[in-house]
């Protein structure tokens, strides 16, 4: 029987091959490993198209790697394509960000494919379209990211994280810095004096927040080539914060731990990154909406009526291949039908899926209307239903906070 998966590796390192051939064989029957010393070989004993995953040691072969990864990515966009080096180095980034999707050390290589190839597994079945799984896998990770972005998620992934590290290369960026110091201040996350130094706001919002944050920054700041697109991109990011901050108030109300009201604004501000991967990838994505409009149809069925796949699935599949947990990537994949979730009950998904919901108050929706939007049988399962709707009663009786509005209040509606 064909295996699910299939992982090729070029790897002339015996020792490295074997082990990875022992530690998947053990824990992932479902994925077939493939070992070439070279591309040639490989190019001669395989078939790009039924490949998965492509792992390269770079520091044990002699290629034009980057021509390599090129070529797979033009021809083969569907593969997801690792750099595998002895000890990291800004340029390794520099070179290879545009054509890889991860560069990772050889001593975190396989607690990574572990992680990946879990995450993986938990999306392949929302992805069955394979012209969609081509398109998203041949978009750039954050096409417009610094430097010094990409040294901090390099950072972050790592066992031995330093959050002091961290925090002086945070200090190297006027803009990351500005951002942190913005939402470290937030009444729901700010201590009793106000925080004014990026590495005491590092340490304050965790490493799942920063990571989102950079992912923020450079998913909404589309290159000048794309003007045509910056009104769309900046109505997504006002709405992803208003919802992330939503998911604080919530999880505020609900008693929730740290932890889970930190991963729900996290969940909040990445939700519809899906959105910028169609409207940079998908052609007629205006199309889409128009469809979404004339038909009063919800955007993401209208996507996965004319796609194949919706925003959320998207991005949680891009979110599941960067590397964050799992309770974040759920609550992204399934915030407007909690229900289709069938992994676990999740506190995260709840939350983003109600501060979706009440985003529609700034068109002065009714508290009826609020609720229609709610899946009250996931609330009630998860025991909040009774305190969700005492929460709606005192948010509708709320008044607005300045700039709560979005430049175009439609964005709400097509969700």
Request: with cysteine; glycine share 4%.
């Amino acid at each position: 029987m064909k295996n699910d998966l299939i992982l090729a590796g070029i790897i002339s390192e015996k020792g490295l091959a074997n082990k990875l051939k022992t530690t998947i064989a053990k824990d992932f029957q479902e994925i077939e490993v493939l070992i070439f010393d070279n591309f040639k070989t490989m190019t001669k004993k395989s078939d790009f198209s039924e490949i998965d995953y492509l792992i390269i040691d770079m520091d044990k072969n002699h290629e034009d790697f980057k021509e390599i990864f090129k070529f797979l990515k033009q021809e083969n966009p569907h593969i997801i394509r690792v750099l595998v080096v002895d000890t990291y180095d800004l340029n390794h980034v520099l070179v290879y960000h545009d054509f890889v999707h991860l560069i990772v050390e050889k001593k975190y290589l396989m607690d990574y494919l572990h992680d990946l190839f879990e995450k993986a597994n938990r999306l392949r079945y929302l992805l069955q379209n394979q012209k969609l799984i081509k398109i998203i896998n041949s978009f750039d990770l954050c096409p417009t990211i610094k430097g010094v972005y990409m040294e901090i998620l390099h950072q972050v992934q790592k066992h031995d994280v330093s959050l002091k590290a961290i925090g002086e290369l945070v200090e190297k960026d006027i803009v990351l810095s500005t951002k942190i110091l913005q939402v470290s201040n937030m009444t729901a996350f700010s201590s009793v004096k106000r925080i004014t130094h990026p590495k005491l706001a590092v340490v304050n919002l965790g490493v799942n927040i920063l990571r989102a944050l950079i992912l923020s920054i450079s998913f909404f700041n589309p290159d000048q080539d794309e003007f045509r697109s910056l009104r769309f991109v900046k109505q997504v990011e006002v709405h992803s914060m208003r919802v992330a901050k939503n998911a604080v108030l919530i999880a505020k109300e609900l008693n929730v731990n740290t932890a889970i009201s930190n991963d729900s604004f996290t969940a909040g501000l990445l939700h519809d990154l899906g959105r910028i991967v169609i409207m940079r990838r998908i052609p007629n994505w205006n199309e889409i909406q128009q469809v979404s409009d004339n038909l009063q149809m919800p955007l993401w069925k209208a996507e996965k009526d004319m796609i194949g796949a919706s925003h959320t699935e998207i991005g949680a599949y891009f979110l599941s291949i960067w590397g964050f947990p799992p309770s974040i990537v759920d609550a992204v994949a399934f915030h407007h039908a909690p229900q289709d979730c069938k992994q676990h009950n999740s506190m995260i998904l709840a939350i983003l899926h109600v501060a979706e919901a009440i985003t529609h108050r700034s068109q002065n929706v009714s508290m009826e209307i609020l609720l229609e939007h709610l899946d009250l049988e996931y609330l009630d399962k998860m025991g909040i239903k009774e305190n969700i709707i005492a929460f709606l009663k005192m948010f509708c009786g709320m008044p607005m906070e300045e700039g709560d509005e979005t430049p175009d209040e439609s964005i709400e509606s097509r969700e």
